[in-house]
């Protein structure tokens, strides 16, 4: 069973490869980005991954029915910001909705899914490198105006779930420029009895390879995507739209205080 599972995802990988070589260079990019929701959402299904949206509303939840236009139109013209539990999360998000990614340069080395993530239009940045900070923002500012979608994961890292790390707040400065609003969503894994599921957590030493594995012969797993109201970011600073991220996500995600609201980064 696990070996047919596996040929599954290589064959899947394997077609992505092929559609990013010889069909993203000659269609438009809201091809490409329909192309990159539905190879994620059938990367999803191997994996036996369910995608629930979820819509928080003055601290409401309710199960958004389908993919709601209306949601769907609110992540436009802002910069989405996410917990970050596994290497899963950018799939889960495009599944849901294709956005142009910030994430982390050894993300690249993944293998075969880094080069899926680089031909999706994924931003590569090195952290660390005031210099590689600079140029990424500069980038993100860019594509928000040019009225792309944009998301990134302010943690840096992913964290097992019932933890959210402080959020680094340099890149929350693009809102600003840009002039748009910040729309956090909070991520969640659940296994068929509702429980937090570990069996995603990417922490460690945790190899993808090893990751994948647990994955493939675990229990199907259920994924939700709480989505949080907007943070206005006009007369804002980076470090108070970084702490209002950080606060709102870890609330929707049921965390303490001590766990949910450490400072934000510089």
């Not at 629930?52 to 389908?66: F, H, K, N, Q, Y």
């Not at 910040?182 to 937090?196: K, V």
């Not at 993808?208 to 007369?235: K, Y």
Request: glycine share 6%; with cysteine; proline share 5%.
């Amino acid at each position: 069973m696990i070996a047919l599972r596996l040929l599954r995802v290589a064959l899947h990988v394997l077609y992505g490869l092929i559609v990013c070589a010889l069909v993203f260079p000659r269609v438009p990019a809201a091809a490409r980005q329909a192309r990159v929701q539905r190879w994620s959402a059938q990367l999803l299904r191997i994996f036996r991954v369910r995608v629930e949206l979820v819509r928080s509303v003055a601290g409401a939840m309710s199960t958004a029915a389908g993919r709601s236009d209306d949601l769907h139109k609110s992540w436009e013209r802002t910069l989405v910001v996410s917990n970050h539990v596994s290497w899963l999360d950018i799939f889960i998000i495009n599944a849901v909705q294709p956005c142009r990614f910030v994430a982390k340069s050894d993300i690249r080395d993944w293998p075969l899914l880094g080069y899926l993530c680089a031909q999706s239009d994924t931003i590569f940045i090195s952290r660390g490198s005031p210099r590689a900070v600079r140029k990424t923002f500069k980038s993100l500012v860019a594509s928000i105006e040019g009225g792309e979608r944009v998301a990134f994961f302010p943690e840096g890292t992913t964290a097992a779930q019932g933890t959210l790390l402080p959020f680094h707040a340099n890149l929350f400065e693009a809102a600003i420029d840009a002039g748009v609003p910040i729309q956090p969503l909070a991520l969640r894994y659940l296994d068929t009895q509702g429980r937090p599921y570990a069996g995603v957590d990417y922490i460690g030493d945790t190899t993808f390879m090893e990751s994948m594995l647990v994955l493939l012969r675990g229990p199907a797993v259920q994924a939700q995507v709480i989505v949080l109201p907007t943070i206005a970011s006009h007369d804002s600073h980076r470090r108070t739209l970084a702490l209002a991220a950080h606060d709102r996500i870890g609330a929707a995600l049921g965390y303490t205080d001590d766990v949910a609201l450490p400072a934000a980064g510089a």
